[in-house]
Every structure is written in C-alpha cells, then in structure tokens.
C-alpha cells in the first residue's frame, strides 16, 4: 500500500503478508524522514490498511 499527500507526493508504504488464511502481518512501514515521527502518517497507513482487510 502507498501513501500519499494532498500534493499527490509519496510520502510512505508498507508490505503485508498473508500468515494465515484469516491473518496477515504487517512487515514493513516505510515513511519519509520529512513525514515521520508526527503521529500522522504511519498511522494513516496502517488505519487504512486495517480498513481494507479483507
């Protein structure tokens, strides 16, 4: 999944693997220097991952 900004910018991603049939796990998050650590973007990230699961 990638995320960006409102300027259309790639600012983070992560990757998910399949565990089980019914579970996955979440391996990596990748933000840029410049939007980590403001408690915004990564938490988007794995809300909308969260979002989208089946």
Same mark, same amino acid.
């Given at each position: 999944?990638?995320?960006?900004?409102?300027?259309? #910018?790639?600012? !983070?991603?992560?990757?998910? /693997?399949?565990? $089980?049939?019914?579970?996955?796990?979440?391996? +990596?998050?990748?933000? #840029?220097?410049? !939007?980590?650590?403001?408690? /915004?973007?990564? $938490?988007?990230?794995?809300?909308?991952?969260? +979002?989208?699961?089946?």
């Amino acid at each position: 999944m990638l995320a960006r900004d409102t300027s259309d #910018r790639l600012v !983070g991603c992560d990757t998910l /693997r399949q565990a $089980r049939p019914e579970a996955g796990e979440l391996k +990596r998050l990748y933000m #840029r220097s410049d !939007g980590a650590g403001h408690g /915004r973007g990564g $938490r988007k990230l794995i809300e909308a991952r969260i +979002r989208t699961a089946p």
